[in-house]
């Protein structure tokens, strides 16, 4: 896993943002785009996301996200989209705990998925995650 930042040397990196991990990818402070992605070494099918937020001095989470997906690691990033074509917007956590499932419209073959938060609870953009699917071949 890979993210666009993280906040601070020894804490907080895109590995550490598993679900129900007691850590999380927290991005720095400065993100003004910030995303975490999972390279899945080979395409896979993908069907959802599950998200978390976190509590630690500060509870954090993601209201709001979009899925992007490579189907090869040399393609450019498409969008999941709704069932119009249209960029899906996913609604994300309502709390520090909860995990949130949102499966996709229809599901993707990917290498490569990454999330990039839209919106967020908290001055900082913290997350857990896990995606849903199984292995193309």
Known sequence: MTAS???GT???SASEGRLNNRNKWLAASN???PWIEVDLDEPTVVTGVITQGISRSIRMWVTAYKVAYKKQHSSDYEY???GNGDIKV???NTDTDTPVTNL???SVVATVVRIEPMEWYSN???MR???LGCRHN
Request: net charge negative; aromatic share 16%.
């Open 90 to 92: 996913f609604i994300g």
């Open 129 to 131: 995650l896990e995606l």
């Open 124 to 126: 900082y953009v913290a």
């Open 104 to 106: 996709f419209d229809e």
């Open 5 to 7: 930042s993280q906040y």
């Open 80 to 82: 999941v989209t709704d």
């Open 31 to 33: 993100d003004a785009n």
């Open 10 to 12: 020894i804490c907080c």
